[in-house]
């Protein structure tokens, strides 16, 4: 889904030009100043999030811990 608003501007003074120029720079401002977007969390391999348990003297497939990501 895109939740860019689509950008139109009504203008009866500015030529094609000018209006096309003005509909640039907000949209480059909007692409500027948006949140960036977050990476995917980075994946453990099933060694590595056993010996993570196994070091913090939790069993895998025991409870879950609330700080182990679900894979």
């Known amino acids: 889904m895109n939740r860019r608003p689509r950008l ?3 203008a009866p003074a500015a ?3 000018e209006a ?3 509909v640039a720079a907000l949209e480059r401002f909007m692409r500027d100043t948006a949140p960036k977007r977050h990476p995917p969390p980075l ?3 099933a060694w590595a999030h056993a010996a ?3 070091a913090t003297g939790n069993e895998p497939g025991a409870t879950p ?3 182990v990501p679900r894979f």
Do not use: P
């Open 43 to 45: 994946r453990r391999s």
């Open 8 to 10: 139109q501007i009504t």
């Open 52 to 54: 993570l348990l196994e």
């Open 20 to 22: 096309a120029a003005i």
């Open 65 to 67: 811990v609330s700080w």
């Open 15 to 17: 030529s094609a030009d």
